[in-house]
């Protein structure tokens, strides 16, 4: 289910992220598969709950999604009111076109064609414990991946940090499923917003830190990186925690072009 929904802009058709409204960071979503149902709870709000596999979709919407028009449905007028009334002007809460597939093409080998939903490029990003705890210790209040957003972490007591950026091929799992990974992690500044509160600190951390020690990838050096992007070889695999990893192929990286 991730990355199948998306706040859009109503009037401009640009997607709203935390960047420019990060109170969205206050938003909870919960899933029930055994009633089918996402549901959405924030501050002063009723809950809000739309089907988990949508079948009465309403209107085709295009996004834009960065260098992407990405094509959407409208989940209905009930959600598009929710989503409006917490961001404060005209919005919709838009499911994944699933009869219009959005193909990455950029920094994949030629015998992988991933498709993503609404991610910025690919559908998966990586993160690591050890990386995550060498950023902790050189910024002054500590992060959670959450504030990098994966969607796969992994974890070792005895990986080095940053190791995942020699990585180009992994394998996870007792059916080995094979993972490309594809670049670096370029970041905005959405690390930065405070969670708990749901605004921009105003310390710009922990980005004004990392800007010190995570500006490394060899193509764009005014980036600040942290985490792996990862498009599957195949789909149709089941994910668990606690699957090994196994790392099949090493390689450098390099953001040569935008993402």
């Not at 055994?34 to 988990?52: C, D, F, R, T, W």
């Not at 919709?92 to 699933?98: F, M, Q, V």
């Not at 993160?127 to 210790?137: E, G, H, I, M």
């Not at 180009?168 to 500044?189: H, V, Y």
Request: charged share 20%; glycine share 6%.
């Amino acid at each position: 289910y991730d990355r199948l929904w998306m706040l859009v802009d109503a009037r401009s058709g640009r997607f709203v992220t935390q960047r420019q409204h990060p109170r969205l960071a206050l938003i909870q979503v919960s899933i029930n598969e055994k009633h089918g149902v996402l549901e959405l709870n924030a501050p002063g709000m009723s809950a809000l709950q739309v089907a988990l596999h949508p079948t009465d979709l309403g209107a085709q919407v295009p996004v834009r999604v960065w260098y992407d028009t990405v094509m959407g449905r409208r989940c209905s007028a009930d959600a598009d009111a929710w989503v409006t009334q917490f961001v404060g002007k005209p919005t919709h809460l838009l499911y994944k076109d699933p009869d219009c597939p959005r193909l990455v093409s950029r920094y994949v080998p030629e015998k992988c064609a991933p498709q993503a939903g609404f991610a910025d490029v690919f559908p998966l990003h990586v993160t690591t414990t050890p990386s995550l705890a060498d950023v902790n210790s050189r910024v002054p209040s500590k992060l959670t991946h959450t504030h990098f957003r994966p969607n796969i972490v992994l974890s070792h007591p005895c990986a080095l940090p940053y190791e995942e950026e020699r990585w180009t091929r992994i394998e996870i799992g007792r059916d080995a499923w094979s993972l490309f990974i594809t670049s670096r992690t370029p970041r905005c500044s959405m690390p930065n917003v405070d969670l708990e509160v749901g605004k921009m600190r105003e310390d710009k951390e922990p980005m004004t830190s990392m800007r010190t020690f995570r500006c490394v990838d060899p193509g764009s050096p005014s980036f600040v990186c942290f985490g792996m992007q990862a498009a599957p070889q195949s789909t149709g695999h089941t994910v668990w925690v606690g699957d090994s990893v196994v790392v099949r192929e090493y390689g450098e990286h390099s953001l040569t072009e935008p993402l």
